[in-house]
């Protein structure tokens, strides 16, 4: 028996129409979400791991002794802002040489420290450090990224010299160091 | 009727492929930004970092000559801290309520410090209790 082959075109052109309905189906119900890699937080992601690897440097002491203070707590302890500025920027900027960088990172640090109170736990904050960008930089910018470490103070009157305030008279003292990170 | 004209079907059929597997490419690719902001989220919404900030403070602080006092002075700390700037809480403690130079546990060799770790930002609940050996 021989198979009628006529009408082969035919039946291409059916096949063909039905995937087409099909795609057109199935794009028109996807157009209700939309991604872009932007909306995806990956460089959110990434920005966030480098800020948090950039201060866990900082933040290592050079000898391996216990409470030994790193470069990071006596940054804060001195208050000595363009310490840190030269140092988190060199940290943010590096690179393996493979590929060009796009040097486009600006941050803002702030110091947060409990106080002595009356009434329970207070806590201040103080302008810290920030990027030396433009002025345009500090006003048109992608969402800030949040990174944050605690560091140890081995003594709290320089807190209290440096920044107006302090939980403690003397000795040890945690503060919080919070940077916002963007991309200008 | 006239008689349908078959010849070049092959290339006909070859370009509807063609066609066809390029749309099936592009939804493909599409997908790619939703495959990584799963991934981004999970990894931004576990605080890996600063539960690791902790531990490290707290391994750092045992074993010393930290006294209790001070121990519950950085846990005031980073209570208040976390609870105003980071929206977690955190809390911790070292050897329990059974505080002493000489660690909870010990054995032939080692005393064996005791960390305990809590830590809640409402949509991570994270605890963690490790052993820190420290040599006799």
Known sequence: MVMNDEGQLYTIEGITAGVIMLITAFTIFNTGVVYTPGDAHISDMQIQQLGYDALLMMDTPDENGPMYESDLATMIRTDNGSWFASVFSSYLTKETGATDIVDSLEYNATVYNRVASGTGGTVYSHAFSHSAGSATSQVT???????????????????????????YDNDEQMVLLEVLIWRR | MEALNEDGQWIVMMGFIVAIGMFILAII?????????????????????EVQDVRGKLVSMTGTSPSYTLQKRFRGDMALLSMSRNNAIVTYSIDGGNWSSTGTYDDILYLYHDIDIHYNNGVTDYSESLLLPERK
């Open chain 1, 141 to 167: 910018r992608e969402p800030a990224i949040s990174v944050s470490r605690y560091v140890w103070l081995s003594d709290a009157n320089d807190l209290r010299s440096h920044y107006g305030a302090a939980e």
């Open chain 2, 29 to 49: 690719i599409s997908q790619a930004p939703l495959v990584g902001q799963t991934t981004a989220e999970s990894v931004m919404e576990f605080p890996k970092n």
